[in-house]
């Protein structure tokens, strides 16, 4: 009776700069889950890094404080918002549809509610601190701007209400900042919706449909 071969496994081994990039990744998902659970405040160096299965000295080795690791993850966390909200409008066209589609991402976005209080803990210890600067100042700059540009589709050339920053800025405090999410009255989605569906109504029907 044949004896079947046995295959050999060969693991690739990572380069220096992929081993770095996956702990890095692996520093930034621990601190998203304790943050979650202790807050900033709580969320100690000790904690994130021994749930992301490292030293404290590797996290030194790739941020330089408990505050870097959180502003990077507020960064990409951003990026990726406005990665989400293209996803869904592409095949959109009927800017009715796609105020609905955001306001609906919206309400989604908004049941969790740690990234909105991470940035306010964030910014209130930078201020605290004095570390507050052009970091954090701009940390919302391109997620504001990102969408901003896609909501320019609302309206005819020439014809938006704001330039993309503060339009964006709009939609992502009412998703983040809303009172609302904690309280029984209109969701973030009514308020988005009304938002985005008064600028449209003011601005964008003005010229037959003629939008940039």
Known sequence: ?????????VRKRLTR?????LTREKILASAYDVMAREGYEGASIDRIAEEAGFSKGAFYSNFSSKEEVFLEL??????????????????????????????????MRASDSSWGMLALDLFRRAKHDATFGDRHAHLFRKQWTGLGEILLKLFPKGAAPADPETLGGIVFEL?????SSFTDGPSVGDLVRLALMSMYDAYGKAADGKRA
């Open 1 to 9: 009776m044949a004896v079947a071969a046995k295959t050999k496994i």
């Open 17 to 21: 700069e992929e081993s770095r990039a």
């Open 74 to 107: 507020l960064e990409t966390h951003s990026v990726q918002d406005v990665d989400e909200i293209a996803k869904i409008l592409e095949k959109l066209e009927d800017p009715r549809e796609m105020i609905d589609a955001i306001s609906k991402w919206s309400v």
């Open 175 to 179: 998703t983040y900042g809303a009172a």
